[in-house]
T-cell receptor, first 112, second 114 residues
């Protein structure tokens, strides 16, 4: 039931772009994205509900393909502050909507 | 407005001891959850609640109990601590899902069982 994230780790130079993927074997109700800095708590970035919906947060955006049960997080023109671990969280259609299951995380390192 | 408050921040237990991790939120959120975080394992759901008096099991509930007598508080009880329960524990809360709200996390409790 745990969603699968790829890649597990990414190393970028400032200004480069990155894509993080999240896929589930279950029909999804929604997908959340969070970022966690080392030693800190995860912080909510955005939530996606409908098939094909895309949202943005600064230069970070995401899409949700409801048919494929996949979501992708796009980081454009990365900054040093984007470094951290990114988690997707999924709610499946048949479950209580209070149950949010996270992927294993993708570690992003942005170098000068 | 304190958000989600977890206590203690650090704790060392001996194998077999019991303890309660406290979680309180002052945002009147209906949804609350407990996660544990281990290296390479991401955030794993232990128990969750959709309102006062309603709790359910997550992915890794064994060895843990919860109760939700008020909207504000959601304590996590370790019944008989084991070294495998050494982890960082996060409590999180959210308004009832309208499709627009994410979870707010507490700062975490780092637990070591020796």
């Amino acid at each position: 039931q745990q969603p699968v994230q790829s890649p597990q780790a990414v190393i970028l130079r400032e200004g480069e772009d990155a894509v993080i993927n999240c896929s589930s074997s279950k029909a999804l109700y929604s997908v959340h994205w969070y970022r966690q800095k080392h030693g800190e708590a995860p912080v909510f970035l955005m939530i996606l509900l409908k098939g094909g919906e895309q949202k943005g947060h600064e230069k970070i955006s995401a899409s949700f393909n409801e048919k494929k049960q996949q979501s992708s997080l796009y980081l454009t023109a990365s900054q040093l502050s984007y470094s951290g671990t990114y988690f997707c969280g999924t709610r499946i259609r048949s479950s209580n909507t209070g149950k949010l299951i996270f992927g294993q995380g993708t570690t992003l390192q942005v170098k000068p | 407005n304190a958000g989600v408050t977890q206590t203690p921040k650090f704790q060392v237990l001996k194998t077999g001891q019991s303890m309660t991790l406290q979680c309180a939120q002052d945002m009147n959120h209906e949804y609350m959850s407990w996660y544990r975080q281990d290296p390479g394992m991401g955030l794993r759901l232990i128990h969750y609640s959709v309102g006062a008096g309603i709790t359910d099991q997550g992915e890794v509930p064994n060895g843990y109990n919860v109760s939700r007598s008020t909207t504000e508080d959601f304590p996590l009880r370790l019944l008989s601590a084991a070294p495998s329960q050494t982890s960082v524990y996060f409590c999180a809360s959210s308004p009832q899902d309208q499709g627009f709200y994410g979870y707010t996390f507490g700062s975490g409790t780092r637990l070591t069982v020796v």
